[in-house]
């Protein structure tokens, strides 16, 4: 483990800590939602690992490195862009998943694109958004995020080229 993960780990147990000595029932009782969420939400999760788990067992990191590697950089980019925006991933299943696709191969900027548009961008989630906010504000939302996502891939593909 690296010196961040202990940090957090010990930030954690340090403020359960006292919250505990604060308020025991309120602690305990916080405590018991956030497992019953957790036991909730873990049948979404392990689908979810387990689509993936699939995905990569039919098409190995290599392999999509291998297709993306002969791509043009910006087709490429704009390629992850889109199938990050049309994909519906949480964030913790996808960093991961993007350490696995650049540690196979996958430049930077694909990545990132991929990344960021599935973090910034929803199709999957639009029409909640327009229910909730409007049909302008939601596609221009999603639109300027689109933009800013392909102007971040390129901008972390100079960086860290």
């Known amino acids: 483990m690296d010196i961040f993960t202990i940090a957090i780990w010990v930030l954690t147990v340090g403020l359960l800590i006292f919250s505990f000595i604060k308020n025991k029932r309120k602690t305990k009782d916080a ?28 098409l190995p990191p290599d392999k999509i490195s291998e297709i993306i590697g002969k791509q043009n ?28 696709l650049a540690g196979a191969g996958v430049g930077i900027m694909p990545s990132v694109a991929f990344l960021t ?22 596609v221009t ?9 392909i102007v971040i891939a390129i901008i972390m593909g100079v960086i860290l080229k």
């Open 73 to 100: 950089l910006f087709v490429a980019t704009i390629a992850a862009a889109v199938f990050g925006t049309i994909t519906l991933i949480p964030a913790f299943i996808a960093f991961p998943l993007i350490g696995t």
């Open 141 to 149: 939302r999603n639109v300027l995020s689109f933009l800013f996502a």
């Open 31 to 58: 405590l018991k939602r956030a497992f019953f969420m957790g036991r909730g939400m873990a049948l979404s999760i392990f689908a979810v690992i387990f689509a993936i788990g699939i995905i990569l067992a039919v």
């Open 117 to 138: 548009t599935l973090t910034m961008v929803g199709v999957a989630t639009f029409p909640l958004e327009k229910k909730e906010f409007g049909t302008k504000f939601a």
